[in-house]
């Protein structure tokens, strides 16, 4: 079946830091979101990129998705303490394009003020 | 609007009991999902429902079962509990949002923590 591979697991950085995560499909995707979970909390969406090589920023963080849809990263610029928790890029199912989603492993950011 | 509240947030069962988790949306969303957390695994999804009357199967349907009889609710059932199904359970609603920035946002339940003994 249809697998979204994220790396890496872990992060840890020093406040300041950049951060990056990537998540690589097999197969071309129609689209690919991005969520984050606090520790303790529940997954929460923050993007969705549709387009080839589409680019989206949201403050500090910057969204890509790949020239062939088959994957994406998220990049975090000078890592502060609010940023800690796991992010999770997330693809819909072949031929889904709502709801059906397989998510990466996930990604857990840990920031050393 | 409550969003999507799940009940209840924790729960502990022996091996071969049977229980459903609750879900419930009032955001009208027509699709909703079950997804697991453990570990170093993501999330995985168990079920899948386009509409009421309508559910699909996920990445790891075994030990359960669900129903959609109305689009706000949206309950998982475990039959005969096992310690393999001891996890996070979150629910998710989801519908298309249009306009510059369309997306089928997934909007998640606070999660019930299961322990399976």
């Known amino acids: 079946g249809q697998q979204v591979m994220q790396i890496p697991q872990y992060q840890h950085v020093q406040e300041g830091e950049d951060f990056t995560t990537y998540c690589n499909s097999s197969t071309t995707l129609s689209n690919i979101q991005w969520y984050k979970q606090r520790p303790g909390g529940h997954p929460v969406f923050l993007i969705q990129?549709?387009?080839?090589?589409e680019v989206k920023k949201q403050k500090r963080l910057t969204f890509q998705f790949g020239e062939a849809k088959k994957n994406s990263s998220l990049h975090i610029t000078a890592t502060q303490t609010t940023d800690v928790g796991t992010y999770f890029c997330?693809?819909?199912?072949?031929?889904?394009?709502?709801?059906?989603?397989?998510f990466g492993q996930g990604t857990e950011l840990s920031v050393k003020p | 609007n409550a969003g999507v509240t799940q009940t209840p947030k924790f729960q502990v069962l022996k091996t071969g009991q049977s229980m459903t988790l609750q879900c419930a949306q009032d955001?009208?969303?027509?699709?909703m999902s079950w997804y697991r957390q453990d570990p170093g695994m993501g999330l995985r999804l168990i079920h899948y429902s386009v509409g009421a009357g309508i559910t699909d199967q996920g990445e790891v349907p075994n030990g359960y079962n669900v129903s959609r009889s109305t689009t706000e609710d949206f309950p998982l059932r475990l039959l005969s509990a096992a310690p393999s199904q001891t996890s996070v359970y979150f629910c998710?609603?989801?519908?298309?949002?249009?306009?510059?920035?369309?997306?089928?946002?997934?909007?998640f339940g606070p999660g019930t923590r299961l322990t399976v003994t």
């Open positions: 990129l549709v387009k080839s090589g």
């Open positions: 998710a609603s989801s519908y298309l949002k249009t306009g510059r920035d369309a997306a089928y946002e997934q909007y």
């Open positions: 955001m009208n969303h027509e699709y």
């Open positions: 997330a693809a819909p199912t072949p031929y889904n394009q709502g709801g059906k989603l397989i």
